[in-house]
């Protein structure tokens, strides 16, 4: 079965840290770039961040640069997301995602709450 399994969410006060893991099963995950997004309490969906499918190359929204460190192991099929100096704004149910051509896959998110 094709899956991609979030972790690592929850509550933290503001300027803790959190990292989120994505373990993907069922495809050939060093193919796929991967990205991480996120839907903050009734907002739209935001893309955060990506890594190329060797995880030579990152990007990040400019909201989370210098904060947020995205990486992979593709020895381990696991997507990971380091979140640092965390700000309540960055609340939000956190989505990984695959895309390979035009194939995509979502995982079910993981909630991470900001809040003192």
């Known amino acids: 079965e094709v899956q991609l399994v979030e972790s690592g969410g929850g509550l933290v006060q503001p300027a803790g840290s959190l990292r989120l893991s994505c373990a993907a099963s069922?495809?050939?995950?060093?193919?796929?770039?991967m990205s991480w997004v996120r839907q903050a309490p009734g907002k739209g969906l935001e893309w955060v961040s990506s890594?190329?499918?060797?995880?030579?190359?990152?990007t990040y929204v400019d909201s989370v640069k210098g904060r947020f460190t995205i990486s992979r192991d593709n020895a381990k099929n696991t997507l990971y997301l380091q979140m640092n100096s965390l700000k309540p704004e960055d609340t939000a149910v956190y989505y990984c995602?695959?895309?390979?051509?035009?194939?995509?896959?979502w995982g079910k998110g993981t909630l991470v709450t900001v809040s003192s």
């Open positions: 890594i190329h499918s060797d995880g030579a190359d990152t």
């Open positions: 995602n695959a895309a390979f051509l035009l194939e995509t896959i």
């Open positions: 069922g495809f050939t995950f060093n193919r796929y770039a």
